[in-house]
């Protein structure tokens, strides 16, 4: 709805003074028009940078703040402007007169002083000022005043005029007149009142820090509530590149690489302290502190952003609204949560500038003088204060009902403070402990395990932080696990969890702040001991407890790829970071698969995909940083040019990852290749330095080894066997495909040609990919003697079972036993190279079940035997998968799968011995 001038005036004595003193702005063409993006800030900044001298200045100051709040205040009481335009407007005309007047003093403080040196750079320095809070997020409410933090880069002197001063007293004196040009008042009144409390040390500390000085105040002395006011910090002034270097260097203060909920604890207390604050001086009606008030969805959005800002960046942003967005998107909260959220915000901040423009004042308070409540409910569009407070009242209920779900603590029962007092006690018995149900027999294990615990030597080393949070969460465990069922093994396996978290107290908070993610750990450590040593070596996998729709959900080939791209674009050019990232990553998706597969989420077939995804998207990752790693040291390689988007490396993947068929614990047999280009053209780089394709490929090769293999505190991303490449261990890491192709066709053993019926290309362009399968299609069809073969065949896997085959007496060897995994492998094998000269099908598919069914549709084996060869596979695959699970060998006892065995055997001996 749109009202008059007339109405602006009567809803703002502000609009009124000013306009009676400066009748120019009312005038409609000074506020009638929408300014576009950027025009305000470069129009005011524009007039104030080019004052003559200090009174000019501080005129132009003063007199483009009234002149362009008035006009703000007319937009937005005339419904001209929403929330999101006058939030801007006020933000970017603080930005323009805080800059101005910050050079216009720079350059004068040059002149007198000299320009300020940095000590290690020897490039000029220049004074950066953080906006904080509102301002940061460029949301500022209309009479706000703005707190700052001024920085600069590095130590030194200045040089150039007279006598050389110390950069730090160089730019506290700036500091000082930039805010004194601000907070003076005159004729013209103020500018803004300049709140500096929030730089290191408050009050007592210097006007402004070195980069250097503000990262050790973080390190050593940063606080809570500093890391929130640091989430939304913007450099409204300064230089912009040296401003990233800094948020660079506070990122790691402000979010933590893991999902940290001692945030939580912390948004909590100190929201404690303000609704103390605001009870103690009868600030209930205050839409900013009040419950219910605009704080509190700050509060909200700020914890998700701190909880889980680290592991995503998409969270780091400034502003309430788009983070409100993400929160959506990324489904930390329900859209009917977001909707009434939102709502609640923008009427919230309405009623607060529409308080502030009343008489240009920094108020939350609502109006107690009738004229002034009639004032403020007419501009919110209503006829009365009563109709205006109803609608008020419902978002603020709705506000603090999301407030406290978010941050509520659940009253402890009544068993939890038994526990506590037990857990705190000498636990040499369970008397006083009432209902828990605890079996006679297991009391004595329950004990010691829970002493040893308590006993061991990570508890022992525990901060006082550290332990008051074990303290805390230590009976919600205990009285999980006995609600859960007592079960010795599952107590310890928890236990060993918890043993490995502890000096990282932050996972017990995440545990306590989360019932769902406690309840997942017990469940997930019950059914394997595999998962339970993961979340032991790997903390952070702790996250993927929170979200039970994601942890049961694996994602396909095209959703890992996408995420391997997006960590890429975060970690740019730093390899440690990448090597470190791509492996947490890694176990995380895996994880998932594991937790699918244990809750029967997926079936046992598809397990293997995406283990095999996982891998692939891992290599794509790699291969690319490799590929942009090489670029940036040596060039393009000789063949391409500037012009060119390929990418000729190309990474076929033999056996488990060729087959699609991965299991928890396998290696990576891979052969790597280039394609397209000449061996022996050669790169340039900048320097002039060549390098011919067969050098940078080689190099290239060992690159991707060494990102792979290379441990980390994450691990390993996978083992990697590249003896499956052309003359084994003894030949090039990398070679062209032209030489893959002779060697194949030429010197490559039969054994070999058995290998190659499950090579696929997993990683390469469509050039590179499409290069080998039509070499691979017309290798595998050339006309072969199936009797040598089969011979050739019998010979290998008679060599294989005498070597490796661990079936005797007591147990039979899934794998290599006969009638087992390799025996069905091995029939395909033989069946592919010798017959797909006559069917030219058979060479289409890499895994064996797919191959299987070819064999059947060809009529090389019959319907029967064919469901028995699938049906025998599939049931050893999925307890190969199991046995995994439990951290066992791939052997079973000597009685099981005999008819499975049997089956097997008897297809083998009618195939391969008649």
Same mark, same amino acid.
């Given at each position: ?17 000013v ?23 470069r ?17 132009h ?6 002149w ?13 402007a929403d ?9 970017d ?7 101005a007047?910050?050079?216009?003093h ?40 703005i ?7 590095e ?9 050389? @001063? ?27 009142r300049?709140?500096m409390?929030?730089?290191p040390?408050? =009050?007592a ?12 105040y ?39 690489r ?15 302290? @303000? ?14 502190l ?42 930390? @909260?329900?859209?009917? &949560? ?31 003088d ?17 109709g ?10 709705? &506000? ?5 779900e ?20 000498d ?18 294990s329950f ?13 022992g080393?525990?901060?006082? =932080?550290? &332990? ?10 205990i ?12 107590f ?9 978290v502890v ?12 019932p ?18 993961m ?29 391997v ?9 730093d390899e440690?970071?990448?090597m470190?990232? @791509?492996?947490?990553? *890694? ?26 995804? $996982? ?29 060119? =988007? ?30 397209g ?8 780089? #900048?320097?002039?330095?060549?390098l ?17 293999t290379?441990l ?20 090039l ?12 066709e ?5 054994w ?7 090579a ?8 590179? *990919? ?40 007591? &147990? ?10 390799v025996? $069905? ?14 069917y ?14 070819a064999? #059947? ?14 049906k ?22 000597? =009685?099981c ?9 008897s ?8």
């Open positions: 709805m749109e009202y008059s001038l007339q109405n602006a005036i009567d809803w703002s004595r502000f609009v009124e003074m306009g009676r003193r400066y009748p120019e702005v009312l005038e409609e063409s000074h506020w009638r028009p929408d300014m576009a993006d950027g025009e305000l800030y129009q005011v900044y524009g007039l104030v940078r080019g004052s003559e001298d200090e009174t000019v200045l501080k005129r100051l003063r007199q483009q703040r009234n362009q709040m008035t006009r703000i205040a007319i937009r937005d009481l005339t419904g001209l929330l999101q335009e006058t939030m801007r407007d006020v933000s005309l603080a930005d323009a007169l805080v800059a007047a910050l050079d216009w720079y350059e004068r403080f040059c002149e007198r002083y000299g320009t300020p040196i940095g000590a290690e750079s020897g490039k000029p320095q220049k004074l950066i000022v953080l906006g904080m809070g509102k301002l940061g997020g460029q949301e500022l409410n209309f009479s706000s005043d707190d700052l933090i001024f920085v600069y880069p130590q030194g002197e200045t040089q150039g005029t007279g006598k050389s @001063i110390s950069n730090d007293q160089f730019f506290v004196r700036l500091g000082q007149a930039l805010n004194k040009s601000l907070v003076e008042v005159t004729e013209d009144g103020f500018v803004y300049v709140d409390r929030l730089r040390f408050g =009050d500390g210097p006007l402004a820090s070195s980069f250097a000085g503000i990262e050790h973080y390190e050593i002395h940063g606080r809570a509530w500093e890391r929130y006011a640091l989430v939304k910090a913007r450099a409204m002034a300064g230089d912009a590149k040296e401003a990233q270097s800094l948020f660079d260097i506070l990122r790691p203060f402000v979010y933590r893991y999902v940290d909920f001692s945030a939580m604890e912390s948004l909590r207390e100190l929201k404690q302290m @303000i609704s103390a604050e605001v009870k103690k001086k009868g600030m209930q009606d205050n839409v900013k009040g419950p219910g008030g605009i704080r509190e969805i700050e509060f909200i959005v700020q914890a998700f952003q701190l909880v889980h800002g680290g592991r995503d960046r998409t969270l780091q942003g400034r502003a309430l609204t788009p983070m409100m967005q993400q929160l959506l998107s990324l489904g930390f @909260i329900e859209q009917e &949560v977001y909707d009434g959220l939102m709502a609640a915000y923008t009427f919230l901040r309405r009623a607060e500038n529409r308080l502030q423009e009343w008489m240009d004042q920094q108020t939350h308070d609502l109006p107690r009738a004229q002034q409540q009639l004032a403020l409910a007419s501009s919110m569009g209503f006829e009365d204060y009563a205006f407070m109803s609608v008020l009242n419902k978002h603020r209920d709705y &506000v603090q009902a999301q407030f406290v978010v941050f509520a603590t659940e009253e402890a029962s009544e068993e939890v403070g038994e526990l506590s007092d037990f857990w705190l006690g636990m040499s018995s369970i008397e006083g402990l009432h209902d828990i149900e605890l079996a006679e027999a297991d009391i004595p004990l010691k395990h829970l002493n040893d615990f308590k006993l061991s030597r990570s508890v080393r525990l901060s006082r =932080d550290g &332990v008051e949070r074990l303290n805390a969460f230590m009976p919600l465990l009285e999980a696990l006995l609600k859960h069922g007592y079960l010795e093994q599952t310890v396996r928890v236990l060993k969890v918890v043993e490995s000096q990282r107290s932050v996972y017990l908070v995440l545990l306590k702040e989360n769902v993610a406690l309840k997942h750990l017990i469940s997930l450590c019950e059914i394997s001991p595999w998962m339970t040593d979340l032991a070596k790997y903390p952070a996998l702790m996250d993927q407890l929170l979200d039970e729709r994601a942890l049961y959900a694996p994602l396909d080939l095209q959703q890992l790829n996408l995420e791209e997006h960590l890429l674009e975060e970690v740019g050019e440690e970071r990448f470190e990232q @791509i492996r947490q990553w *890694r176990h995380a998706q895996v994880f998932r698969v594991a937790a699918a597969d244990v809750t029967g989420n997926v079936p046992i077939m598809k397990v293997s995909d995406y283990l095999t995804w $996982i891998a692939e998207a891992v290599l794509n990752g790699v291969v690319t940083f490799a590929w942009r790693y090489m670029q940036s040291k040596n060039g393009l390689p000789g063949g391409l040019d500037d012009e060119s =988007d390929r990418d000729p490396f190309l990474v076929l993947g033999y056996g488990k990852v060729g087959g699609i068929e991965l299991g928890y614990g396998s290696d990576l047999d891979i052969v790597m290749l280039y394609e280009l000449s061996p022996s053209a050669s790169a340039v780089n #900048e320097r002039g330095r060549s011919e394709n067969s050098l940078y490929f080689v190099r290239m090769g060992q690159k991707v080894i060494s990102l792979m290379t980390m505190p994450a691990g390993v991303l996978y083992e990697v066997d590249t003896r499956l490449r052309p003359n084994g261990a003894s030949g890491m990398v070679t062209d495909l032209s030489a893959y192709k002779s060697y194949i030429n010197k490559a053993w039969n070999e040609h058995q290998a190659f019926v499950r696929r290309p997993v990683v390469g362009d469509v050039q590179s *990919r499409s290069a080998f399968n039509e070499f691979r299609h017309a290798f595998l069809q050339k006309q072969r003697d199936p009797l040598r073969v089969r011979d050739e065949v019998i010979e290998m896997r008679q060599k294989m079972r005498e070597s490796l085959d661990k079936s005797n007496d007591e &147990v039979f060897d899934l794998k290599h036993g006969r009638g087992g995994i025996d $069905i492998e091995f029939m395909v094998q033989y069946l592919v190279l010798a017959f797909s000269h006559d030219p099908e058979l060479s289409e598919y890499t895994d064996n079940i797919r191959m299987l069914e064999i #059947e549709r060809v009529g090389l084996l019959s319907v029967e035997d064919v469901e028995s060869l699938v025998s596979y599939k049931v050893y695959r999925s307890k190969y998968h199991r046995l995994a699970l439990q951290n066992q060998k791939a052997l079973v006892e000597s =009685d799968y005999l008819s499975e065995r049997e089956g097997v055997m297809i083998w001996k009618k195939l391969m011995e008649t």
